[in-house]
């Protein structure tokens, strides 16, 4: 139980152009999911938080216009990087809180490898 | 505000002997969650072991427990018999309770289990 997908797992993009990562919990609800960028060899950080139904919360020092967050069900949440450049390139991680299990923690993602030529 | 700290960035254990991978943390909240996870390779991060500060009985999953000290604020984890698919990353996080359920990470120990 408590798996999470994301879609892609990779994805190559030109400057420019705009990508959107798919979160989804297989096999709970989750209200809440989470939206973190991990660069190599270095820990996870937090982007934002992703609240089904309701505006997402930033972190200090993200572009929400540019990292755009939508949760419109129980099951889904994505991210769309907004005209991308090399910058941008990272590992993408998202996570989804199982409330029901009462446990409050967070299940992971297998990751999205976005690459921006 | 809170913080998390891994001070072993590296470390190595042969196969089948025990191992510690420090955390310490800092906060003024009572109630909060511990956590460890691994990354391995695949980078697929996987819960290990969680422990509520409330209980004071350590947390135990297999071969993995943990050391929670609460007036000392540090939360190791221990594992024993180590194999070689317990090469990894592993994290420490903590989540402040009742809150914004967030985690914040320390900065990771890269552990690697040799044959």
């Known amino acids: 139980g408590a798996v999470v997908s994301q879609h892609p797992s990779w994805v190559i993009c030109k400057s420019g152009t705009s990508v959107k990562i798919e979160c989804r919990s297989l096999d709970f609800q989750a209200t809440t999911m989470f939206w973190y960028r991990q660069f190599p060899k270095q820990s996870l950080m937090l982007m934002a938080t992703s609240n089904e139904g309701s505006k997402a919360t930033y972190e200090q020092g993200v572009e929400k216009d540019k990292f755009l967050i939508n949760h419109a069900s129980l099951t889904l949440s994505t991210l769309t990087v907004t005209s991308a450049h090399p910058e941008d390139s990272s590992f993408y991680i998202c996570?989804?809180?199982?409330?029901?299990?009462?446990?409050?923690?967070?299940?992971f993602g297998p990751g999205t490898r976005l690459t921006v030529l | 505000a809170q913080t998390v700290t891994q001070s072993q960035p590296e470390m190595s254990v042969q196969e089948a002997e025990t191992v510690t991978l420090s955390c310490t943390y800092d906060?003024?909240?009572?109630?909060?969650?511990l956590f460890w996870y691994k990354q391995p390779p695949s980078r697929q991060m996987i819960l290990v072991i969680r422990q509520e500060a409330y209980k004071q009985q350590n947390a135990t999953e297999n071969r993995f427990s943990v050391n929670f000290q609460k007036a000392a604020k540090s939360f190791s984890l221990k594992i024993s018999d180590s194999q070689l698919g317990d090469t990894a990353m592993y994290f420490c996080?903590?989540?402040?309770?009742?809150?914004?359920?967030?985690?914040?990470f320390g900065t990771g120990t890269r552990l690697k289990v040799l044959a």
């Open positions: 906060t003024s909240e009572n109630n909060y969650y």
């Open positions: 996570s989804a809180r199982d409330q029901k299990r009462g446990t409050d923690t967070q299940y």
């Open positions: 996080a903590f989540m402040k309770h009742p809150g914004t359920y967030k985690y914040i």
